[in-house]
Nanobody, 121 residues
C-alpha cells in the first residue's frame, strides 16, 4: 500500500507565501516524477509543477517565477514553495507520484488527498 500525505495548506492574504509538503510512504521501490496539481471550483484539475528523478522541473505559465518545486529523495517528499500568492491561486492542491512498488512493477500514479489553499484579496 502506498500513501501520499499532504500538509501546509491554509488561508493567506494576497502577496503572502505558503509551503506545501507531500510525503510518500509504504511499499515503494523507486519514485520517478512527482508533482503538484490544483483544482479550483468549477474548473478542471491542472498541472502546477512537476519534478523528475533527475530534478528537471516544469511549471505552468501562471506560476513561473512565483512557485518553486523541490524534492527530498531520501524522505520521498516533494515540496511546493508558493510566493506572491494571488486570489486566482485558490484551489485544492493535490500531489502525485509516479512510482514502482517493486523492481519488476510497472510505474503507477498515486495521488494525495488534497489540501486547500485559499488566497484572500
Amino acid at each position: 500500500q502506498v500513501q501520499l500525505v499532504e500538509s501546509g495548506g491554509g488561508m493567506v492574504q494576497a502577496g503572502g507565501s505558503l509551503r506545501l509538503s507531500c510525503a510518500a510512504s509504504g511499499s515503494i521501490f523507486s519514485i520517478n516524477a512527482m508533482g503538484w496539481y490544483r483544482q479550483a471550483p468549477g474548473k478542471q484539475r491542472e498541472l502546477v509543477a512537476a519534478i523528475t528523478s533527475g530534478e528537471d522541473t516544469n511549471y505552468t505559465d501562471s506560476v513561473k517565477g512565483r512557485f518553486t518545486i523541490s524534492r527530498d529523495k531520501i524522505r520521498n517528499t516533494v515540496y511546493l514553495q508558493m510566493n506572491s500568492l494571488k486570489p486566482e491561486d485558490t484551489a485544492v492542491y493535490y500531489c502525485n507520484a509516479d512510482l514502482r512498488r517493486r523492481s519488476f512493477s510497472s510505474v503507477g500514479r498515486y495521488w494525495g488527498q488534497g489540501t486547500q489553499v485559499t488566497v484572500s484579496s
